[in-house]
């Protein structure tokens, strides 16, 4: 099958999205392509992130904006909401009924999805049939390496029978009843046991020491592993071999080991796990009301070959998930190289940088992946391999007791096996890959891959748009961050810096610590979001000669009289300066690199090095309508955090002027019976309609407050205001008004500037709120209790965090 390179699905994807473009916004727009292009970007964060993305697109959609974005890339529970809206357009065909009260009303109790059934009866019945299910597929689950171990079995039942071998049970004689399992067990659990103590000890003496882990891991692994094999071998020889074996005891021995061998091929992970049961879950919450498109296959996500613009209506998904890599290849090449990579699901290519891309349509393995599968990978939280956050001792664990959400898919860059079938190239005997997930040996060099949650490697689902050079990026981050670490957004800066040569430089009084971060007195935010500009600080290219060849040499070493040639190209680096304060400074830096090395005279060299500075001048030189550090800029990233800022005026009443419902009321309101809104835990995946509610409401105000609606989204009627995309771009690069603002306008309070009627504020809030809260009975109605911060809750994300910044 043929592999593909990011170049080449890049060209491929812009190709669509002009077509898509002027077929649904004419020529002018299609050619503009280049100039604006714009993406959305939708975090995880499980069932909260679904809900604020719910309400953000929906106020998106009322002035027409959604349907203009070319790609909407989504990771773990962003995918929901991008799900939805995929799967519902084509139903509808068409985007005026996409947030209907009767869809969002289901949505709104689905928020328990995680729990199956509707009724109390229902859900208890339930739970005792999944704990029943659990159980099972964990049995399941181990005959992975129970098979492994009775092959080993049988063939020795083979073996000590043929006559003339004589096998002696000489390790019974290592204990005094002859029970070797039992005398080699207890020692061995014993030391194991002591071991994990020790380990955890250890842990918190040294802070988690990441040293530490990684002593201990090893140890305990094949500690591990040489007791599964002792059991494997005691259990064999201390079967008596000295009873009649006749002929056909061993052909059925043989016939027993064989058909082992073949139950081997069919323990498949993917079916074993609790994949199935997140994704029918998942499918029944966010896609059940879409009919025919409930199972829609991925390839036919976007289409533009068949008649309708349903197929291409929506933007173009990017589903992110993430490649484990905890074993990336056993050559040099990856030696010492981060423990994961970005894998992309889509409607055109899946793969990724390392595996190759292969034709979503052509592959086998993706050709039928569904739209729930790709979501559902795209949200596995929990399995052995976690990428960045992947540890050995959690991942025997979670192999153990088949705590797995990740799938195994085929290898795009798998070799076909000498003279099999195409279709055995990705033919997997899977006992063996249940020891490389215990083992922690996941890697590129096996006919499958593993991958899991997007939020593994990256979990703003930003990554990929900046690798499509997005003139406009809107990102939504509505994962857990009670602190305020922005934690995500220094994953992405530092990745896109390093890794695309991309840098995300806040503007003069943009910075998301300084306006985003809830004020200590208040517990409010300034605002929701900050603009940034995408600035490009390093690129590589080939140098080419001035007929537009790449330039070729070839080398020639002659080694033990053996000669060896080869021909490779050279590679320029270019690394930019600018100056955040004077934008009219731009400077740059060329330096010339070969893999091999390639040995030059000091004249060819400079003639090579001018030729590559000539190049990069000539490239800045013609972008004549741009001055300074302007040539290097790339887009507007405009970084958007799930926020409760101050109330307008002094309080939130609540009915507006015509006294309809005002829909912040409830919002504040839930602020102050939860003072973690929005940030609580992601633990939390059971969400009432009270709660839900608060989430999606906000989603709303967030967008309003991005867009600088003068009234809030309830108030507009969907195409009331028809905004394209240079309106979008003005109006964060230039501070050009949407919306013609008339009449008084009320500024954001900063409520800590009035500090003394804090008090007196909250306290009439908090007597009026139960009166008229609906629905009834005033209190909500998972009854949850304002706590203190405590640290202590916290420290897990601590830990992942600060181990995040050292694996960078």
């Known amino acids: 099958m043929e592999t593909y390179k990011l170049n080449k699905v890049l060209e491929e994807e812009e190709a669509m999205l002009r077509e898509r473009r002027k077929r649904l916004f004419g020529e002018e727009e299609s050619l503009k392509l280049e100039d604006n292009k714009f993406g959305i970007a939708l975090s995880g964060g499980g069932i909260r992130s679904a809900t604020i993305n719910l309400g953000f697109l929906k106020t998106l959609n009322l002035f027409k904006i959604l349907e203009k974005a070319d790609y909407i890339s989504t990771v773990s529970g962003g995918g929901y909401t991008g799900a939805y809206v995929q799967a519902t357009v084509k139903q509808l065909d068409g985007f005026d009924k996409l947030f209907h009260e009767e869809k969002i009303d289901r949505l709104r109790k689905y928020g328990d999805y995680m729990i199956p059934g509707q009724g109390k009866l229902a859900k208890l019945w339930n739970l005792i049939l999944l704990t029943f299910g659990y159980l099972v597929s964990w049995a399941m689950s181990l005959l992975s390496p129970v098979a492994a171990v009775l092959m080993v079995y049988l063939l020795f039942r083979v073996v000590a029978s043929i006559p003339f071998l004589d096998i002696k049970h000489s390790l019974l004689d290592w204990t005094e009843d002859g029970n070797v399992v039992m005398g080699i067990m207890r020692p061995a659990l014993w030391t194991l046991g002591g071991l994990m103590a020790a380990h955890f000890i250890a842990n918190l003496l040294f802070n988690f020491s990441l040293g530490i882990s990684k002593f201990f891991t090893k140890i305990e692994s094949v500690l591990a592993l040489l007791i599964l094999v002792f059991v494997a071998l005691a259990s064999i020889i201390t079967i008596d071999t000295s009873g009649e074996w006749a002929g056909n005891q061993i052909l059925w021995a043989l016939l027993a080991a064989f058909g082992l061998y073949v139950f081997g091929f069919l323990l498949n992970p993917n079916s074993l796990s609790f994949h199935r049961y997140y994704r029918k879950q998942l499918a029944d919450a966010f896609l059940s009301h879409t009919g025919n498109y409930r199972n829609l296959e991925l390839k036919k996500l976007f289409t533009l070959e068949e008649k309708g613009n349903r197929n291409y209506l929506a933007p173009y998904p990017l589903i992110n998930t993430c490649l484990n890599l905890q074993n990336p290849g056993g050559t040099d090449k990856f030696k010492g190289a981060k423990a994961s990579d970005y894998f992309l699901l889509s409607p055109a290519f899946c793969g990724s940088k390392l595996s190759n891309y292969v034709k979503t349509a052509d592959f086998p393995g993706y050709r039928y992946m569904t739209l729930p599968a790709a979501l559902t990978i795209s949200a596995a939280a929990v399995n052995p391999g976690m990428g960045i956050y992947s540890n050995k001792l959690l991942s025997i664990m979670m192999t153990l007791f088949n705590a797995r959400l990740g799938f195994w898919v085929n290898n795009p860059g798998a070799k076909k096996r000498g003279f099999l079938p195409n279709w055995a190239t990705h033919l997997a005997w899977w006992p063996a890959f249940f020891f490389k997930e215990l083992l922690s040996k996941i890697g590129t060099d096996n006919c499958k891959l593993n991958i899991s949650d997007g939020g593994h490697i990256e979990n703003l689902a930003v990554y990929e748009l900046l690798r499509r050079r997005c003139r406009l990026i ?282 003394p009627l804090v008090d007196e504020l909250l306290v009439d809030v908090v007597e009026e709120a139960p009166r008229s809260f609906v629905p009834e009975p005033a209190a909500p109605t998972k009854q949850k209790e304002a706590v203190p911060y405590d640290p202590e809750l916290q420290q897990p994300e601590e830990e992942i965090y600060d181990e995040m910044k050292f694996k960078i």
């Open 474 to 755: 809107l990102a939504v981050d509505a994962g857990a961050d009670p602190d305020s670490t922005f934690a995500d957004l220094e994953n992405l800066s530092l990745r896109a810096r390093n890794e695309l040569g991309v840098d995300i430089s806040f503007r003069s009084g943009q910075d998301p610590v300084d306006i985003i971060r809830p004020k200590a007195s208040s517990g409010y935010a300034r605002k929701r979001f900050a603009v940034a500009d995408l600035m490009k600080i390093w690129e590589e290219f080939y140098l080419k000669d001035e007929k537009g060849k790449t330039v070729v040499f070839k080398k020639r070493v002659v080694k033990k009289g053996v000669i060896k040639e080869w021909e490779q190209s050279l590679e320029v680096l270019v690394n930019y300066f600018y100056n955040k304060k004077d934008k009219s400074v731009l400077k740059f830096r060329v330096d010339l690199k070969a893999e091999r090395g390639i040995d030059f005279t000091k004249e060819r060299f400079d003639e090579l090095k001018q030729r590559a500075i000539d190049v990069v001048k000539t490239k800045l030189d013609r972008m004549t309508d741009k001055q300074g550090s302007d040539k290097i800029k790339m887009g507007t990233l405009v970084y958007i955090k799930s926020s409760v800022t101050s109330p307008r005026k002094l309080f939130v009443p609540q009915y507006l002027a015509d006294g309809s419902p005002n829909p912040q009321f409830d919002t504040f309101k839930y602020k102050i019976y939860h003072p973690d809104f929005p940030h609580e835990s992601t633990a939390d995946q059971f969400f009432d309609p009270v709660q839900w509610e608060s989430y999606f409401q906000l989603g709303q105000f967030i967008a309003s407050d991005v867009l600088d609606t003068p009234k809030v989204p309830d108030e507009y009627r969907r195409g009331e205001y028809d905004v394209n995309i240079d309106e979008l771009i003005e109006h964060f690069d230039n501070k050009t008004p949407i919306f013609q603002h008339t009449g008084e306008q009320t500024e954001l309070i900063d409520i800590s500037e009035i500090e």
